[in-house]
């Protein structure tokens, strides 16, 4: 690059970003200008002119802040690109530039600021005391799970006694709400179904319904909490006129053999058992895989302190965001503008986000001074290991993490996960039993 039609001058801003400062010589912009108006003067259309033989002094009088614009945009991304390669530049957002537009016979002068990785020597990963947690499975964990399962089996039945309502019980009712004698639209509802005493109606309410029989009504007063969501009826008293139209119970199977006919995938009640205390201790060990990576990462970012471009963070919250909008659209509720959600919850994911983007570039600064890499060998093998548990073929499951550019996401699981072995092995770690 010639120094007589442009200088560029490099300063360091801070460890993770860059300013750029160019200076093109006037003979440069008026030849960039020259080609812009001729390229214009091709497609313009003036009336008394042949197209293409428009004088210049026309096109400018007409176009001159569309061909100023134009070549300020060329020289700006000729040279900016340009001076990224010659000083070994490698900027990880677009650039914040800043330029005052094209003054005749004057150089165009512009700033481009750049962030860029940051460069960490990392320190103290080797030596660290560290606990993990082994959870043993006993046989009241497996009789727990079980249970949980029995209730996904249970059958709701109308109690056929004439009885009062009891915690536990499930009540059938019309109530709605009044505030100052005047009903309340958002407290009104037939038929709705409350089990008593899960504390998920309003704080008071399940409690004054004990005792009630089918067919009664009651008169149930409750000041709502100072923190209620409908704001206007926040701290206030309501008054519920309620009618109880059923009780249900919750009736559950036995576990027993007849219970695992139930199931296709086992034959007796032992072979339930099995699957149990197995699947119970795959998630004891994600949990504390889980616990221990997160107690190895808090050290080690107390050790070592560095910055990080602002962009990663902004990414990583735009991810948390995406995440919450599946998990929003998964329970039925209304997804929002990404923009309205990126402002509204900004605050509350950018720590998070930041302990993240700390956490992976940490990760793999290790990984490139212990020359620790994955193989090809090591990616195929992972991803026949996906394939087989979501139960698709090897070459449908690649083509899809090809076509959705998530191969190098795989290689970065892998690739984290023997670091993390690698600081295990030369840590000093003492195993606790739960």
């Known amino acids: 690059m010639s120094e007589n039609i442009m200088a560029v001058k490099v300063e360091d801003v801070s460890p993770v970003k860059k300013k750029l400062l160019f200076d093109i010589s006037w003979l440069e912009v008026k030849n960039e200008l020259d080609a812009v108006y001729r390229d214009v003067g091709k497609k313009a259309k003036v009336k008394g002119f042949r197209q293409g033989k428009i004088p ?81 499975i006993s046989e009241s964990d497996v009789d727990a799970r079980l249970q949980e399962v029995r209730e996904m089996f249970g059958t709701m039945m109308e109690v056929a006694t004439d009885r009062g309502i009891n915690e536990g019980d499930f009540a059938v009712i019309d109530f709605e709400g009044t505030l100052n004698g005047k009903p309340l639209k958002e407290m009104k509802a037939d038929n709705y179904l409350l089990e008593v005493g899960s504390k998920t109606f309003v704080p008071g309410f399940e409690e004054q319904l004990v005792g009630i029989k089918k067919g009664e009504a009651r008169q149930i007063r409750v000041k709502l909490p100072d923190d209620y969501h409908v704001k206007h009826l926040a701290g206030e008293d309501v008054v519920f006129s309620v009618t109880l139209k059923n009780i249900k119970e919750k009736q559950l199977p036995d576990i027993d053999e007849k219970f695992v006919q139930n199931f296709d995938k086992y034959e007796t009640l032992d072979d339930l058992k099995k699957d149990v205390r197995k699947t119970l201790a795959e998630e004891n060990t994600t949990r504390s895989t889980s616990v221990f990576k997160n107690l190895i990462i808090d050290k080690l970012l107390e050790i070592n302190k560095f910055e990080v471009p602002q962009s990663f963070v902004n990414k990583q919250v735009s991810f948390m965001l995406a995440d919450m909008q599946k998990r929003m659209a998964m329970r039925g509720i209304k997804r929002q503008e990404t923009s309205e959600l990126y402002n509204k919850f900004y605050d509350l994911y950018k720590n998070e986000a930041l302990k993240v983007v700390m956490s992976i570039l940490l990760l793999k600064s290790i990984a490139e001074k212990e020359s620790i890499t994955v193989s090809d060998e090591e990616l195929e093998e992972k991803i026949k290991e996906i394939a087989i548990q979501r139960s698709q073929s ?17 290689k970065s699981e892998i690739l984290n996960a023997k670091v993390f072995g690698f600081i295990e092995n030369k840590s000093n770690v003492i195993i606790i039993k739960k």
């Open 56 to 136: 210049r002094n026309i096109l400018e009088s007409m176009y001159k802040d569309y061909a100023e614009d134009e070549a300020v945009t060329n020289l700006v991304n000729k040279y900016y690109w340009e001076a990224l390669k010659e000083n070994n530049i490698n900027a990880v957002a677009q650039p914040d530039i800043d330029q005052k537009g094209i003054e005749v016979e004057k150089n165009f002068i512009f700033t481009a600021t750049v962030e860029i990785e940051p460069i960490i020597e990392p320190k103290g990963y080797i030596g660290l005391e560290l606990e993990k947690e082994n959870h043993e």
């Open 394 to 410: 090897y070459d449908s499951l690649k083509k899809s993490l090809v076509d959705g550019n998530m191969i190098d996401d795989i």
